[in-house]
């Protein structure tokens, strides 16, 4: 099967996350009013670009873990 994106989709989700907490500290460094509110959008696209993989792959781990240590 032919891949869509030529980069691995980790690459992609880590760039994601850098490029949304320089969103959000831009919102906070220099204080301005003049960027709005990028500071939530920002940190909730890190949440799910940083978070929810590495929280997929802990509790896939987990369950792998379980089930071969009994009948699932």
């Not at 709005?36 to 987990?62: D, H, K, N, Q």
């Amino acid at each position: 099967m032919k891949r869509i994106l030529p980069m691995d989709l980790s690459a992609v989700l880590s760039l994601a996350t850098f490029l949304s907490m320089a969103m959000a500290a831009a919102e906070r460094w220099p204080p301005s009013e003049a960027l709005g509110s990028l500071e939530l959008p920002g940190l909730v696209i890190v949440y799910l670009a940083g978070g929810l993989p590495t929280a997929w792959r802990a509790l896939s781990a987990l369950w792998r873990n379980i089930c071969s240590t009994s009948i699932c």
